[in-house]
C-alpha cells in the first residue's frame, strides 16, 4: 500500500503518449458530431414528418443505449454481413479507430442535436417578430437571428457534452485502441499497481476536464459580450 | 434471428443482473447524492470542501477509470489487510458486481448532489416560514416540507441520472460481471454472430431506459397533481 512513486514518474510519459489518439479522437468526433446534430435539428424543425421522424428515431436510439454497446455492434457486429465487408465504409470499419469515431459522432450528435434543440426553442419571440418586421424571410431568420442566439444559449450544456465526449473517448481502449486508457490498463496488467497508474491517469483526465471548461467559460463570455449583465 | 432462440433464457438472467446493480446503485446513489448536497449547503467549511472535491473528481474522470480504479484497487486493500491477520492469503477476491454497483453509484451520485442542491435551493423560503409558523420542529419542516417540494424539482435531472445509471452498468462487464453483454460475448463464441447479438443487448437496454422514461414521466405528472395552476 505504498506508492511507488519512480513507476509514476516512469508510467506517466507512456500514458501520455496516447493522449494524440485522445485527442484525435475527441477532435474528429465533436466535428462531425456537430455536423449531424445540425442535421439532425434541422430535420427535427422542419415540420415534415418523413424528416422529423428518423431525426427522432436516431436520437431516441442513441440516447437510449449504452456507447458501449454502439462502440461494440459496430466494430465487431458490422464485419458479420458481406455487404458492409465489400462497401466502400470498409476501410474506416476496419479499424478500431474508424469505428470509434463513427460510434463516438453518431452518440454525441444524438445528445447534441437535443442540446441545440432547447437553444432554438430558447430563442425569444419578439426577436424573430422584430426580423419579420423587417421583412426577413424565414431562412433568414434562421440563419442571422436564431443562429446566434441558440449558439449561445445552448453552449453551457454543450460543453457539458464535450466534456462526456472526452471521457467516452477511454472506451476505446476496449476495442484495443492504444489511447490513454488503454496504454495505463497494459501497464497495470503488466505491473499490478493500479492505484498509482489509474490515479495518475484520473488527474491527467481531471486537467483536461479543467480545461476544457476554462476554454468553454471564455468562448461564453465572448458570445455573451453585448448581452447586458 | 435464429440464433438468439437458445439464449434467451441467459439474456433473461443477465436483464435482472442488470436490474440488481441498478436498484442496489440507486439506491446508493440517492445516499451519496444527498449526503453531498447536505455537505454543500452545510455551514461547515470542511465539509463544503470535501464535497466540492468529489464532485470535480467524479464528474472528471472517465466512468471506465473509476471502475477499474475501485475494482483492482480494493482487491489490493483488501488483500493487504488480509495479510495482515494471515500471511498465508495470497489474493482476496472482490465481487466485480459490488466493485462495480459501488462505482457507478459514485459517479452519479456525484451529479446527483448538484442536483438535490438546487433542488434544495429551490424550495421557497415562504414555505419554510410557514412551517416555523405552524411551529414545526426542523426535523418536520424537513420531512414534510423540503422533501415534497424539492423531489418535483429535482426530477427531471434525476431522471437523466437514472438513464446514466442503467448505461453505465454496461461498464461493469469489463471486470467481468456477468450480465447481458457478458452473455452476448458466449453466445458470439458458439454461435459466430456478433451483430444479431450485440443489438439485443442494445434492444435490452433501450427498454429499460424507455421504463425509466415513461415512469419519470409519471411521475412528474404525479408531482404537479396540486400545483398544475401554477404552471
Not at chain 1, 505504498?2 to 507512456?14: E, H, Q, R, Y
Not at chain 2, 448532489?113 to 414555505?127: I, M
Not at chain 2, 419519470?216 to 405528472?221: I, Q, S
Given at each position: 500500500?505504498?506508492?511507488?512513486?519512480?513507476?509514476?514518474?516512469?508510467?506517466?510519459p507512456?500514458?501520455?503518449?496516447?493522449?494524440?489518439?485522445?485527442?484525435?479522437?475527441?477532435?474528429?468526433?465533436a466535428?462531425?458530431?456537430?455536423?449531424?446534430?445540425?442535421?439532425l435539428?434541422?430535420?427535427?424543425?422542419?415540420?415534415?414528418?418523413?424528416?422529423s421522424?428518423?431525426?427522432?428515431?436516431?436520437?431516441?436510439?442513441?440516447?437510449?443505449t449504452?456507447?458501449?454497446?454502439?462502440?461494440?455492434?459496430?466494430?465487431?457486429?458490422?464485419?458479420?454481413?458481406?455487404?458492409?465487408?465489400?462497401?466502400i465504409?470498409?476501410?474506416?470499419?476496419?479499424?478500431?479507430?474508424?469505428?470509434?469515431?463513427?460510434?463516438?459522432?453518431?452518440?454525441?450528435?444524438?445528445?447534441?442535436?437535443?442540446?441545440?434543440?432547447?437553444?432554438v426553442?430558447g430563442?425569444?419571440?419578439?426577436?424573430?417578430?422584430?426580423?419579420?418586421?423587417l421583412?426577413?424571410?424565414?431562412?433568414?431568420?434562421?440563419?442571422?437571428?436564431?443562429?446566434?442566439?441558440?449558439?449561445?444559449?445552448?453552449?453551457?450544456?454543450?460543453?457539458?457534452?464535450?466534456?462526456?465526449?472526452?471521457?467516452?473517448?477511454?472506451?476505446?481502449?476496449?476495442?484495443?485502441?492504444?489511447?490513454?486508457?488503454?496504454?495505463?490498463?497494459?501497464?497495470?496488467?503488466?505491473?499490478?499497481?493500479?492505484?498509482?497508474?489509474?490515479?495518475?491517469?484520473?488527474?491527467?483526465?481531471?486537467?483536461?476536464?479543467?480545461?476544457?471548461q476554462?476554454?468553454?467559460?471564455?468562448?461564453?463570455?465572448?458570445?455573451?459580450?453585448?448581452?447586458?449583465? | 434471428?435464429?440464433?438468439?432462440?437458445?439464449?434467451?433464457?441467459?439474456?433473461?438472467?443477465?436483464?435482472?443482473?442488470?436490474?440488481?446493480?441498478?436498484?442496489?446503485?440507486?439506491l446508493?446513489?440517492?445516499?451519496?447524492?444527498?449526503?453531498?448536497?447536505?455537505?454543500?449547503?452545510?455551514?461547515?467549511r470542511?465539509?463544503?470542501?470535501?464535497?466540492?472535491?468529489?464532485?470535480?473528481?467524479?464528474?472528471?474522470?472517465?466512468?471506465?477509470?473509476?471502475?477499474?480504479?475501485?475494482?483492482?484497487?480494493?482487491?489490493?486493500f483488501?488483500?493487504?489487510?488480509?495479510?495482515?491477520?494471515?500471511?498465508?492469503?495470497?489474493?482476496?477476491?472482490?465481487?466485480?458486481?459490488?466493485?462495480?454497483?459501488?462505482?457507478?453509484?459514485?459517479?452519479?451520485?456525484?451529479?446527483?448532489?448538484?442536483?438535490?442542491?438546487?433542488?434544495?435551493?429551490?424550495?421557497?423560503?415562504?414555505?419554510?416560514?410557514?412551517?416555523?409558523?405552524?411551529?414545526?420542529?426542523?426535523?418536520?419542516?424537513?420531512?414534510?416540507?423540503?422533501?415534497?417540494?424539492?423531489?418535483?424539482?429535482?426530477?427531471?435531472?434525476?431522471?437523466?441520472?437514472m438513464?446514466?445509471?442503467?448505461?453505465?452498468?454496461?461498464?461493469?462487464?469489463?471486470?467481468?460481471?456477468?450480465?447481458?453483454?457478458?452473455?452476448?460475448?458466449?453466445?458470439?463464441?458458439t454461435?459466430?454472430?456478433?451483430?444479431?447479438?450485440?443489438?439485443?443487448?442494445?434492444?435490452?437496454?433501450?427498454?429499460?431506459?424507455?421504463?425509466?422514461?415513461?415512469t419519470?414521466?409519471?411521475?412528474?405528472?404525479?408531482?404537479?397533481?396540486?400545483?398544475?395552476?401554477?404552471?
Amino acid at each position: 500500500m505504498i506508492f511507488d512513486l519512480s513507476l509514476i514518474a516512469d508510467s506517466i510519459p507512456k500514458m501520455l503518449a496516447g493522449i494524440g489518439i485522445t485527442f484525435q479522437l475527441m477532435a474528429l468526433s465533436a466535428f462531425l458530431g456537430l455536423i449531424l446534430a445540425v442535421i439532425l435539428l434541422l430535420m427535427r424543425i422542419s415540420g415534415k414528418w418523413y424528416l422529423s421522424w428518423p431525426a427522432q428515431v436516431h436520437i431516441y436510439v442513441f440516447r437510449g443505449t449504452p456507447i458501449l454497446v454502439q462502440i461494440f455492434i459496430i466494430y465487431y457486429g458490422f464485419p458479420q454481413f458481406e455487404f458492409i465487408r465489400e462497401s466502400i465504409f470498409w476501410p474506416i470499419l476496419r479499424e478500431p479507430f474508424g469505428c470509434a469515431v463513427v460510434a463516438l459522432s453518431l452518440n454525441t450528435g444524438a445528445y447534441v442535436s437535443e442540446i441545440l434543440r432547447g437553444g432554438v426553442l430558447g430563442v425569444d419571440r419578439g426577436v424573430l417578430e422584430a426580423g419579420s418586421a423587417l421583412g426577413l424571410s424565414a431562412r433568414h431568420k434562421f440563419i442571422y437571428l436564431t443562429t446566434p442566439i441558440a449558439a449561445r444559449l445552448a453552449l453551457p450544456a454543450y460543453s457539458n457534452d464535450f466534456i462526456s465526449l472526452m471521457k467516452a473517448t477511454s472506451l476505446a481502449s476496449t476495442i484495443t485502441l492504444m489511447d490513454m486508457t488503454g496504454i495505463a490498463r497494459t501497464i497495470v496488467a503488466q505491473t499490478f499497481a493500479p492505484y498509482e497508474i489509474f490515479i495518475s491517469l484520473a488527474i491527467i483526465y481531471m486537467v483536461l476536464t479543467w480545461g476544457i471548461q476554462k476554454t468553454f467559460g471564455r468562448i461564453e463570455k465572448y458570445l455573451s459580450r453585448y448581452v447586458k449583465p | 434471428m435464429d440464433a438468439v432462440t437458445g439464449w434467451w433464457d441467459d439474456y433473461f438472467w443477465g436483464s435482472m443482473v442488470v436490474l440488481q446493480v441498478f436498484i442496489f446503485s440507486l439506491l446508493l446513489m440517492v445516499l451519496f447524492g444527498l449526503i453531498g448536497a447536505a455537505a454543500k449547503l452545510s455551514d461547515n467549511r470542511v465539509a463544503q470542501k470535501i464535497s466540492a472535491a468529489y464532485t470535480v473528481i467524479f464528474r472528471g474522470t472517465p466512468e471506465i477509470l473509476v471502475i477499474l480504479l475501485l475494482y483492482f484497487g480494493s482487491a489490493i486493500f483488501l488483500t493487504s489487510v488480509a495479510q495482515v491477520f494471515n500471511p498465508e492469503i495470497k489474493f482476496v477476491d472482490v465481487p466485480p458486481m459490488w466493485a462495480g454497483t459501488f462505482a457507478i453509484a459514485l459517479i452519479v451520485g456525484s451529479y446527483a448532489t448538484e442536483t438535490f442542491r438546487g433542488a434544495f435551493l429551490g424550495v421557497k423560503p415562504g414555505s419554510i416560514e410557514a412551517a416555523r409558523a405552524l411551529g414545526m420542529s426542523n426535523l418536520q419542516t424537513f420531512v414534510f416540507i423540503r422533501i415534497p417540494e424539492m423531489w418535483r424539482l429535482a426530477l427531471p435531472a434525476f431522471g437523466n441520472h437514472m438513464l446514466s445509471l442503467i448505461k453505465d452498468t454496461a461498464l461493469i462487464s469489463i471486470i467481468g460481471l456477468n450480465e447481458t453483454f457478458f452473455v452476448a460475448k458466449q453466445a458470439i463464441g458458439t454461435t459466430g454472430e456478433p451483430f444479431t447479438m450485440y443489438i439485443v443487448v442494445g434492444a435490452i437496454y433501450l427498454g429499460f431506459s424507455t421504463i425509466i422514461t415513461l415512469t419519470v414521466m409519471g411521475l412528474e405528472k404525479f408531482g404537479l397533481r396540486t400545483t398544475e395552476g401554477a404552471r
